[in-house]
């Protein structure tokens, strides 16, 4: 049976478009961790650098006696100049202030404390300032240049956060940019380093499945010297060996047509001589009458032989189609087809319990059962005296998860000959006129059922094992 043909996977849903995506998400993962401290810096300098100029304008305070006194020209100037509505000046215990003339909403003051500097509270102030209410007014507060000098500016909230948007879009640009030629250029690599190398081996393992007769389908591996070199080579070699083996199979197929017709002929013509052979039987002629049974009988070895290698070419290709069966009844059958039941010197004993029910195909198991059993009555019939008590038993044990069958006589046990080849078809005759199947289809039978045929060692005699796996059980 055929597993289903697949297909090339476009080339947006390979390997090309899962690589692009996860470099372009990786990338802007990493961009998003990196934002957030960046700008929360951006925030903490833009500060800084307010409170600077606010620093400035202090000591311009410190300086005069009475703030007061100042002209409102100068104090607006100082204000404008570090952006700030009011500055705040402390030291000593003391404080002066000057302040514009538009009015702060107290309700809305946010302080930006710019002696504590730690990540976590800057982070949480820069996504304060994006995200609140833009009308706040904030109060950043920081050290003066004198000792225990103490600054505080308060402005408007809304030109910081605008510069913290305006600098969060050129991050956001700079980072699809960053992440886009990125993406790009690994993917140009990738392609050229896997993805291309897999598409083609990709396409020729689909092209040579549907051809494999077709030597030009064959990869030509390229030159690489990496791991895809490797398997470029290696399906190649199997390629190439599956190539041949294909068009061996196909010889030697023909081969098997060309003689299973050779033979079927042979069979007939035997067949036609047999009837001539049976006439010339009847004559009175002492000298036929002497040589005609000779002549009989080998014409029935011919065409036995001829119509077993029928049988091979035809009955073991098919599948075996399971059914429960009573295998005591299959075994008496058997050994009534092999002409062992009430043997005149052949004890046989059927010990199988008539509840051992399998799912087999009957007419296969009979098959394998008949050829056992007709090899043991070939081997004590071929010792005739030798053996004092020929018998021949069958007997089933069952144990955990398999159930074993076993034909066992006490003859003459496997000649050198027939244990080198045994299982072997056509090879493992080691008597007149065997023809060396009976054993290898038995074999073929039983695995085809999931189970195996094995040689089980005995001191006297021949014993064969069907050992089949619990699953086959039929329970009533
Ligand atoms: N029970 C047995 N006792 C002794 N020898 C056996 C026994 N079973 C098989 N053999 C030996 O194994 C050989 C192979 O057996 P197999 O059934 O495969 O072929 P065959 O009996 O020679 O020919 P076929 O069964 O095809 O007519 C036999 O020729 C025989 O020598
Ligand atoms: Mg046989």
Redesign the pocket.
Known sequence: MKAERSVLPSRFSGLSIKLIATIIGVILLVEIVVYLPTLAAFRANWLDDRLRVGVVAARVLDAVPDVMALPRELTDRLLTSAGANAIVYRRQGQSQLIELASPIRPDLVVTADMRQADLMTLISGALDTLFADPDRTLRIVGEGDLDDSLVELLMSERPLRQDMLAYSRQIGIVSLSIAAITAVALYFMASYLFIYPVRRLTQNMLAFRQEPENASRIIVPSFRRDEIGTVERELAAMESDLFSMLRQRRHLADLGLAVAKINHDLRNTLTSAQLLSDQVATLDDPKVQRLAPRLVTTLDKAIGFAQ?VLDYGRETAAPPVMAPTVIATLVADAAFEARLAGHPDIGFTNATPQELVLNVDAGQLGRVLL?LL???R??LEAAGSAIAAPEVSVTATQDGDTVTIAVA?N?????PR?RAN?FVAFE????AG???????IAREITEAHGGRLVLADQPQG?RFELIFPASLLVRP
Do not use: Y
């Not at 065997?434 to 290898?440: C, F, Y």
């Open positions: 077993s050829n007709k090899n043991a070939e081997a006589d003859g003459p046990g496997l000649a027939a045994l493992g005759s080691a008597r065997g023809t060396g199947l009976g054993l290898a021949t």
